[in-house]
């Protein structure tokens, strides 16, 4: 069975543009998380999406969005792009989003804002 | 504020010897953890888990120590081996809503 894809793998932007960053999960996973990985900070949770509903957001600006479609693919999208948001973002399925589901995670996008 | 904590960045151990990687967390609500290994280049891949309910678990070589009292927990790898090298994290969170606060990780080195 097919992991967890994540496309592009790297990207470099400039400040001020926009990113759309897409996630295909496991093949009969519903549930997809993403998470942002920086030096020093660790992974955090960006959102996590269930049959193309937004389940849990974390503590990120309205910048940050997301959606999932009907074929549970998820997309990641950042507007107006900081510096800040140079990272590493990862995304996660799991088959349920109930509790303690295991997530498998994708090798993720390397973004880079220039 | 970062509600799980991993305080050393790194470590090294010899092949054979026990690898021990610590974390604590704050938020005393939290009532399952997890551990996953990252190699470079990929993601992070599950490793062990325990709820609040044990204070110990072992898979294999992996075993967790959970202390709540002092919101801390542990993973014990014994023995080590240099395929252990990798960037370990913890994770803390409620059972319940499937939400998740990782620490920032410790690159473990295992020298043959």
């Known amino acids: 069975k097919a ?18 960053l897409s996630c295909s999960p496991i093949s009969g996973h519903r ?3 993403w998470y942002q990985q920086t030096p020093g900070q660790g992974l955090q949770f960006l959102f996590e999406y269930f049959s193309e509903t937004q389940r849990n957001k974390g ?16 997309e ?4 107006t792009l900081e510096l800040g948001d140079s990272a590493l973002y990862l995304c996660a399925s799991s088959l349920e989003a109930g509790p303690g589901e295991t997530q498998y995670f994708g090798p993720g996008t390397r973004l880079l804002v220039l | 504020d970062q509600q799980v904590k991993q305080n050393s960045p790194s470590l090294s151990v010899q092949e054979g010897r026990i690898s021990i990687l610590n974390c604590d967390y704050t938020n005393s609500m939290f009532d399952y953890f997890l551990w ?6 990929e993601g992070p891949t599950f490793l062990i888990s325990i709820s609040s309910i044990k204070d110990k678990n072992e898979d294999g070589r992996f075993t967790v120590f959970l202390n709540k009292s002092a919101k801390h927990l542990s993973l014990h790898i014994v023995p080590s081996q240099p395929g252990d090298s990798a960037v370990y994290f913890c994770a803390g969170g409620l059972y319940n809503f499937n939400k998740f606060y990782f620490g920032s990780g410790t690159k473990l080195n295992v020298k043959p």
């Open chain 1, 76 to 79: 990641m999208n950042v507007s």
């Open chain 1, 31 to 33: 549930s997809v998380s």
């Open chain 2, 36 to 41: 996953y290994k990252k190699y470079p280049a």
């Open chain 1, 3 to 20: 992991g967890v894809t994540q496309t592009p793998r790297y990207l470099i932007k400039t400040r001020g543009q926009q990113v759309t």
């Open chain 1, 59 to 74: 503590n990120f600006p309205g910048r940050f969005s997301g959606r999932q479609f009907s074929n549970s693919r998820s």
